[in-house]
């Protein structure tokens, strides 16, 4: 080996770097590994939030929610295949990861609603910058703070093991150096999901042969078989989530807050057919159904005017914009009329505070202000569920339900926590209250070896 460590963190999205700040302050020497040539996965892409129950910004703003709510909402979405142990780390900690990040520098003092819950619990930066992109940056700079070793350009290749079957280092592949060992006691796989790799996905799911995908270039799952060759046992692989609005333009992902803050989703008939903040896989399914297998976000000057990424995707010119509906159906190939008697009857289910056609349950604002835009989308491969199995510990299992000794899993890597379908905002939260209880638990354990 040319190095030891206590601990080696594989992978550097929030999840990785979750667990290198938390190893460290946890008392290990941690080395950082990324195959790429840039940091952050894909969780510098998220858009959304980090959900969390019970949080001093949600009682500032007056949200009345519980642990037992977000408990309920991410089974139900999850289609009660969740782990239940799981969900319960990642309830009863969500908000102490959200003041966690917060003393480290974030801001998550905005709070709003994504799909599947019941109330606002999304924890996002104010001014609508882009969630993953600040966390990861937060995350970075207070590695570099600790002087953390991070090498990028450097993949996990094997993770080695003694007769007894304990965690001894792991080969990694270097872009210049080549092959070498680092010795560790606990290694973390914070390697993130595969839904780049559509062969993957395709042999796991056929229906999705095909797709594109919201995901970074790392995101191929090569993690699962280095988890596997160590023994990992697998969870819950066959659930892929297609993220419902994937711009048909310009293949970007639309974050489900569009929706959120009120925009609404038709038809090429210019017609509503779903509630728009049901879940991922509802709405993707429908939007499927649909003429072209597309459909289009409408919106206002009032929502584009409560959400900074919109401008991004004015910038990225994916967004139609014209003074009246009728003239933006032109512009789209949208039934003008049917979208002007849409868009009039969706305004009146707002004043009367309850959607009677699709029981969407936010009705934020009436869309009547100013311009009108519309966004074509459709869906695009976003999150694997499934993967390794682990435990309350962040302790991989092996098929016979034993934990690896030292062996560590975060993230998108890991199966089980979300079950058949993640909610928006659980990503999030899943990679920072994972990625902080994977960096304690090595720690510890790396203090007994
Ligand atoms: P999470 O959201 O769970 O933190 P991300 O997708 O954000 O997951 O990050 C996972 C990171 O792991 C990506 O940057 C990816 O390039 C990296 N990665 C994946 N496989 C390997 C590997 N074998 N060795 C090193 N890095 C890896």
Redesign the pocket.
Known sequence: PQDTVNVVV????????SASVSAHDNGATVIL????P???????L?AGGMNAAWTDQQKAKGIEDSLELMTEDTMKGGRYINDPALVDVLVSHSKASVDWMTAMGADLSDVGRMGGASVNRTHRPSGGAGVGAHIVQVLYDNAVKRDIDMRMN????EILKDDSGKVTGLL?KGMYKGYYWIKADAVIL????FAKNNERVAKLDPKLKGFVST?????????LD?AANAGAAMQDLQYIQAHPTLSVKGGVMVTEAVRGNGAILVNREGKRFVNEITTRDKAAAAILEQTGKTAFLIFDDSVRKSLKKIEKYIGLGIVSTADSLVKLGKLENIDGKALTETVARYNSLVTSGKDTDFGRPNLPRALNEGNYYAVEVTPGVHHTMGGVKIDTKAEILDAKKQVIPGLYG????TGGLHGANRLGGN?IS??ITF?RLAGEEAAKYSKKQ
């Open positions: 594989v992978g550097s999205g929030g999840a990785g770097f590994i990324e195959k790429e840039v940091i952050g996965g894909n969780a510098k998220a450097t993949r996990g290749v990694v914070a390697t993130g999901g995901n970074q270039p790392g995101a191929t799952g090569d993690g280095v975060a993230g998108e890597v990503a899943d990679i990625g």
